[in-house]
């Protein structure tokens, strides 16, 4: 039997340390646990071989590979796993802070014991249906028509029931190409430090469009800075921003709207939407926002003798957002490539006055990233807290 584990899911993990974290360590004693999500026991497993596959969401139909192990047996000590030891401390120490513990009475942190644990290489991923758009040089592992459910967070894949996508699974994991290095014991990093929190995000807003559309508006308003974000971050032509207006916002619901004596340029701010306004206009013909801000602009460039339109749709790397034919006049922009131009301005001393620069270079980090939320590092950093103040607290007895 294998059983498919989707790690990183579920409401528990937006303020406590997921008890998954166990199948990314082996524990004091150089033994490899295992946490089978959800909460409950796992099932009875088969009498010849079993494994487990570790993998989390990637997109619909999509799940990327973290891990896999054999199964030596069940875990069936009577305290469930909570008198183990990671790092120094009782497993039931390191979670016994989250906000709230195991869902049962008996507080399970452990069902496995596992065997030949492996790490499984970057970018391999099971899919569930053809036709899904991977990142370049993925491995993909085709189990059509298999599925976790909405509510699935464990699927079990037995020789009988799930015959072809079983022997699929094994080929997969006989594979020595697919594989890499097992776990190591969990240990406090040297001078760790915590992660970087910004006010954006103290007050709810890291995923906002309307926040980040108006905090760059108001740094566009310096006229030296806008000239330098038009021409190394967007590639316009220098040789038009003479004269450049104050940026404009919501201009004929346009996020950001520059002109200067020669072009005008159109920013659009998509942090966590596709196209919006997509109607049909006649039979057969459909017409989306991009494509009336690029009218709208055409016909002002016209009336004001503009030689050149720019038009720009910035969008954070974890945005699936793709740009068609019918608006391919419009350049996508990633948020690592304004990160990177900020983060530069943030050390340049001619922009040293400008208010919150550290702030809004710490925001824009998060949306950088692959994942808009990847609960593995934020387990991780809440796992290395924890640590820290268990530590200090053994320090004052």
């Not at 993909?140 to 996508?165: A, M, P, W």
């Not at 308003?221 to 038009?230: D, G, S, V």
């Not at 013909?285 to 709208?296: G, I």
Request: charged share 30%; with cysteine.
């Amino acid at each position: 039997m294998i059983i498919l584990n989707k790690m990183y899911s579920g409401d528990y993990l937006k303020e406590n340390i997921g008890h998954e974290f166990i199948n990314n360590y082996i524990d004091d004693e150089g033994k490899q646990y295992i946490y089978v999500n959800p909460w409950q026991q796992v099932r009875k497993l088969d009498s010849g071989d079993n494994y487990i596959i570790q993998v989390r969401y990637a997109g619909k139909n999509c799940y990327e590979v973290l891990s896999y192990a054999r199964i030596e047996k069940k875990y069936t000590a009577k305290d469930k796993g909570g008198d183990l030891r990671y790092g120094g401390h009782l497993l039931k120490d390191l979670l016994g802070n989250n906000v709230f513990d195991s869902p049962n009475s008996e507080g399970i942190y452990a069902h496995l014991i596992a065997k030949h644990f492996k790490k499984c290489k970057p970018n391999t991923y099971l899919c569930f249906a053809k036709g899904i758009t991977l990142p370049e040089d993925a491995t993909e592992v085709q189990l059509c028509g298999f599925e976790f459910g909405k509510q699935n967070l464990r699927r079990y894949v037995d020789s009988i029931t799930y015959k072809e996508h079983y022997q699929t699974l094994i080929d997969f994991i006989n594979n020595d190409n697919n594989w890499s290095d097992a776990n190591h014991k969990l240990s406090l990093p040297k001078n760790y430090k915590s992660p970087d929190i910004n006010f954006i995000d103290v007050v709810g807003k890291q995923y906002e469009e309307l926040s980040f559309s108006n905090w760059l508006s108001f740094y566009l308003r310096n006229t030296q800075l806008c000239k330098k974000f038009l021409s190394e971050c967007l590639s316009v032509d220098k040789d038009e921003l003479t004269n450049l207006t104050q940026p404009k916002r919501e201009h004929h619901n346009i996020d950001i709207w520059v002109e200067s004596e020669k072009m005008i340029t159109v920013i659009e701010n998509k942090i966590d939407s596709g196209l919006n306004g997509i109607k049909q206009i006649e039979d057969g013909k459909f017409t989306n926002q991009l494509e009336n801000y690029q009218n709208y602009a055409e016909t002002c460039a016209k009336q004001n003798n503009k030689k050149n339109v720019y038009y720009y749709v910035i969008k954070p790397n974890y945005n699936q957002l793709t740009i068609g034919e019918k608006n391919k006049d419009w350049k996508v922009i990633e948020y690592q490539t304004i990160l990177k131009f900020f983060d530069k301005i943030s050390k340049d001393e001619s922009f040293k006055d400008l208010p919150y620069i550290q702030e809004f270079v710490k925001a824009l980090k998060p949306l950088t990233q692959t994942r808009k939320i990847d609960y593995k590092d934020i387990i991780e950093n809440r796992l290395m807290e924890r640590i820290v103040a268990l530590n200090k607290e053994k320090g004052n007895k």
